[in-house]
């Protein structure tokens, strides 16, 4: 939702994500103490922190006070499914895969090159905007 590429790992594996971590340069977020105390994290190489809360908007306060990631965040720039960067389209482009409502009153749309999924600023975009922004500050568009 924020713009940041994301994996979510539900594998027993640990090691296979710590693993990928590595190689793609990715910060491991998690409830797992155990994460915490390997060496590889312990010791710096790999970035992880350790989350408070079950809950996720605490999580996410968490994340925005601990490492000030609202400077690089590009909110609704990736997709939500597939984590794939999103493609501005022309109205005409997407009439087709958008309701008639929909297509009347919006003028601006994204499009996901690989599942292609259209997005669009409408009133869901309206409340994450707004959560976002009660969480955090300022988002630019
Ligand atoms: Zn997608």
Redesign the pocket.
């Known amino acids: 939702m924020m713009g940041y590429d994301s994996l979510f790992f539900d594998g027993a594996d640990d090691s296979m994500m710590v693993r990928q971590a590595l190689a793609e340069g990715r910060i491991i977020l998690t409830r797992d103490t155990q994460i915490m105390k390997r060496r590889v994290v312990a010791g710096g190489r790999l970035r992880a922190v350790l989350l408070d809360s079950e809950d996720p908007e605490e999580q996410m306060r968490q994340l925005l006070r601990s490492m000030d990631l609202l400077g690089d965040a590009r909110p609704f720039t990736l ?1 939500l ?2 984590n ?1 960067p999103l493609v501005e389209r022309r109205p005409d482009e997407v009439k087709d895969r958008v309701p008639p409502y929909v297509f009347r009153t919006q003028q601006q749309y994204m499009e ?1 090159p ?2 292609r ?1 259209v997005y669009w600023r409408g009133t869901h975009w309206q409340a994450m905007k707004r959560k976002l922004e009660g969480m955090g500050g300022e988002l630019r568009d």
């Open positions: 997709c499914e597939c794939a996901c690989r599942c999924r």
